[in-house]
């Protein structure tokens, strides 16, 4: 069990600039999530995979976001023309089973601080 | 909707004392129940959770956790705090029959054990 993988570890862009995150999650998990925190705050949802498909995503998930999983395996995230109130941590989380009592496996993130 | 509530922003204990970190909680059918602890930047790390059965949940490191369904809380506790249990704890909470798997994050509560 290698756990969950993002990359980058840290991301620093010009505001107006796109940025595309990656997350592997742990490899038999087919429930994966992506979560945005800003310092000091709780973990906020974004969207989640059922495998390839997209099932839920938050009203945060302006039209500059935009994510994918298109083989059921590693997810990506994109954020086009960034703004400064982008600046967070991103989490990835993959979890194996689609019943309610099983945790999320967080990767370490992915800080994004727009200049 | 679910929601949840950690009303202290910080608790602060000595080692060796005993630790408590609130967690009050909303949903409209079951709840399932989670505890994480982030360290600094780090993704969060499940510690326990509460799904049925006994109202006490042991968990890792030490920790355990008491539901209480009457007054909807969760609360964290650990009989005697480390320096090393210093971090940002959140509890999280999952609606077992809503649509959807996502969790949903209380704002987080950081423990301060001072030696």
């Known amino acids: 069990d290698t756990g969950v993988s993002q990359d980058p570890r840290h991301k620093i862009t010009k505001r107006g600039q796109n940025v595309t995150f990656r997350c592997d999650p742990i490899?038999?998990?087919?429930?994966l999530y992506w979560y945005r925190q800003t310092l000091g705050q709780g973990p906020e949802f974004l969207t989640y995979?059922?495998?390839?498909?997209?099932?839920?995503k938050s009203r945060l998930l302006s039209d500059r976001f935009s994510a994918e999983r298109p083989k059921g395996s590693f997810s990506t995230l994109e954020i086009q023309r960034t703004e400064q109130g982008d600046s967070a941590m991103y989490l990835c989380a993959s979890s194996p089973s689609t019943g309610p009592n099983s945790p999320l496996h967080f990767g370490n993130g992915t800080r994004l601080t727009v200049t | 909707a679910q929601s949840v509530a950690q009303p202290e922003d910080q608790v602060n204990v000595a080692e060796g004392n005993p630790l408590t970190v609130k967690c009050t909680y909303s949903?409209?059918?079951?709840?399932?129940l989670f505890w994480y602890v982030q360290y600094p930047n780090r993704g969060l790390q499940f510690l326990l959770k509460y799904i049925t059965g006994d109202n006490l949940v042991k968990g890792s490191y030490g920790f355990e956790a008491e539901f209480n369904k009457s007054q909807t809380s969760f609360h964290l506790k650990k009989p005697s705090a480390l320096v090393s249990d210093s971090a940002l704890y959140f509890c999280?909470?999952?609606?077992?029959?809503?649509?959807?798997?996502?969790?949903?994050f209380g704002g987080g509560t950081r423990v301060l054990v001072k030696p």
């Open positions: 995979f059922q495998n390839e498909a997209q099932l839920e």
């Open positions: 999280a909470v999952r609606d077992g029959v809503a649509a959807g798997n996502k969790l949903t």
């Open positions: 490899s038999e998990h087919n429930r």
């Open positions: 949903v409209s059918g079951n709840p399932y």
